[in-house]
């Protein structure tokens, strides 16, 4: 077993242990309190983007204060395929009443021209929070209720940490803000946070959701965000979910704790028919972790990665060539951005 596999066993172990002391019931009712204290006769708006985080965050908000409460689901043009259906379906099984705000062409007009990943992030976070305010002004609210987990905001620095990347949650929002933040999951990590959906009865495509990102495939898409590029890698991402959840569906293999493709801003030269192709590069990554912020690869039987890479280069004539990201965090990050 290598160093890593070692420390990553060992790790494993500790968090279940640490797990077995959480006590989710307890968390629950000082969640709820704490959120009735904090908006008091106010009234709250809540953020969901579809992830465990988000929805955990709006269920404990709705037990709380249900009338005080406007939950807003943002579609950016920047999510998974099938994302906002999805999201809508689930909303709406779990009792959740949630607003749709269209801000595609927002986003990428603030995007255009962006290639710096710092600079992506902090947009991103900025435009959200002002499209919230936005809701906000119409429904006299002051306060933004939000998924943030500790993670977010240990990896977007400050108060002496280095920033490993900013948290669009965090690091990504501006400096004045007409809103007050409550963050009812901050100091949980994921595992916890997945104990609490399942307290809570949130179905399990919720509670055993994989993370995706808050800034989306912004952050997939390596260098400038273009329309075109987003719908690249959002059928990428699509093919490798539907690959990787087959295969472990099948026994094949574990379950990444996290998997998706993102875009390469190069090209390569290939082979279509007869000719001489110029296209993209995609790159598949797939890890195991417990708590993100730390993580291995995962071991893809060969099979399953020639079947990925034979989809995408037969369903995305854009993509002329797929590898296989292998780097651990540290050095890499999950994400590409």
Known sequence: MSVNNKIFVYQEYILKVVSMAFNSEKFIEEATEDIKKTVGDGRAITALS??????????????????????????????????????????????????????????????????????????????????????????????????TIAP????????????????????????????????????????????VAKKLNLPDSIAERQPFPGPALAIRVVGEVTPEKVEIVREACAIVEDELEKAAKEKKMERPWQYFAAL?????????????????????????????????????????????????????????RVVYDVTNKPPGTIEME
């Open 50 to 147: 579809g992830g465990v985080d988000s929805f955990v965050a709006a269920t404990l908000a709705a037990k709380a204060i249900p009338e005080q409460l406007i939950v807003v689901y943002v579609d950016t043009g920047l999510m998974r395929k099938g994302e906002t259906g999805n999201v809508l379906k689930i909303a709406r099984e779990v009792g959740v009443n949630l607003i749709v705000t269209d801000a595609k062409e927002k986003f990428f007009a603030a995007l255009k021209g962006v290639a710096d990943p710092e600079e992506k992030r902090k947009k991103i976070g900025e435009l959200f929070v002002r499209i919230f305010e936005e809701e906000a002004k119409k429904h006299d609210v002051k306060y933004l209720i939000q998924g």
């Open 152 to 195: 977010d905001w240990i990896e977007s620095g400050g108060l002496g940490r280095d920033t490993i990347k900013s948290h669009h949650n965090v690091g990504g929002l501006p400096e004045k803000m007409h809103l007050k933040l409550c963050e009812p999951l901050r100091e949980l990590y994921k595992h916890e946070v997945r104990i």
């Open 264 to 320: 390469l801003p190069t090209k390569t030269v290939g082979v279509r028919g007869d000719e001489r192709a110029y296209q993209y590069v995609v790159v598949v990554r797939a890890v195991r972790s417990l708590d993100g912020m730390t993580a291995n690869f995962s071991r893809i039987p060969f099979e399953t990665l020639e079947k990925i890479s034979t989809r995408i280069t037969n369903e995305i004539r854009s993509i002329g």
